[in-house]
């Protein structure tokens, strides 16, 4: 249920930024899409997904500035417009995601991996994962602070 909530925040935040749709309309227009498609899942996405969707994307959206200079300063040498657009969707919701949600790591970006594998290109997974795998050093380094994570 979480992997396919945070497809569809990915799906809603890639049309938010590249379609130029406000970030509700980027939102209702991924989720009837995503109820529309054969996803290979065996049941919808429930009203808890949908909460958690949301719950994603309107807290990258208050944490915006932060998550995008944490971003900025972990991936030295790139620059946003060079990035995917997919990527950047994927990596600005685990960002969000690994500083302000309670989700440990691991799972965290295992899930980012795979929807960048799925929507990006061909090197997107491994892309997504060494900028996430640098992110989570700068944890453990003590360099950025994060809420609690559940066991």
Same mark, same amino acid.
């Given at each position: 249920?979480?992997?396919?909530?945070?497809?569809?925040?990915?799906?809603?935040?890639?049309?938010?930024?590249?379609?130029?749709?406000?970030?509700?309309?980027?939102?209702?227009?991924?989720?009837?899409? /995503?109820?529309?498609?054969?996803?290979?899942?065996?049941?919808?996405?429930?009203?808890?997904?949908?909460? &958690?969707?949301?719950?994603?994307?309107?807290?990258?959206?208050?944490?915006?500035?932060?998550?995008?200079?944490?971003?900025?300063?972990?991936?030295?040498?790139?620059? &946003?417009?060079? /990035?995917?657009?997919?990527?950047?969707?994927?990596?600005?919701?685990?960002?969000?995601?690994?500083?302000?949600?309670?989700?440990?790591?691991?799972?965290?970006?295992?899930?980012?991996?795979?929807?960048?594998?799925?929507?990006?290109?061909?090197?997107?997974?491994? &892309?997504?994962?060494?900028?996430?795998?640098?992110?989570?050093?700068?944890?453990?380094?003590?360099?950025?602070?994060?809420?609690?994570?559940?066991?």
């Amino acid at each position: 249920m979480r992997r396919r909530a945070r497809e569809l925040a990915m799906r809603a935040l890639f049309a938010h930024t590249v379609g130029g749709m406000g970030l509700e309309e980027a939102f209702q227009h991924a989720l009837e899409e /995503m109820g529309g498609e054969e996803e290979g899942y065996a049941e919808p996405l429930d009203q808890e997904g949908v909460a &958690f969707a949301r719950r994603l994307l309107s807290g990258y959206k208050a944490h915006q500035e932060e998550v995008d200079r944490v971003l900025e300063e972990t991936v030295e040498g790139w620059d &946003f417009r060079q /990035m995917a657009k997919t990527d950047l969707a994927v990596l600005r919701l685990a960002v969000y995601e690994m500083l302000y949600e309670p989700t440990p790591f691991e799972p965290l970006i295992e899930v980012a991996v795979k929807i960048a594998n799925r929507y990006g290109g061909e090197h997107s997974g491994s &892309f997504v994962n060494g900028v996430l795998a640098r992110v989570y050093r700068r944890v453990a380094a003590g360099e950025l602070k994060t809420v609690a994570k559940e066991a």
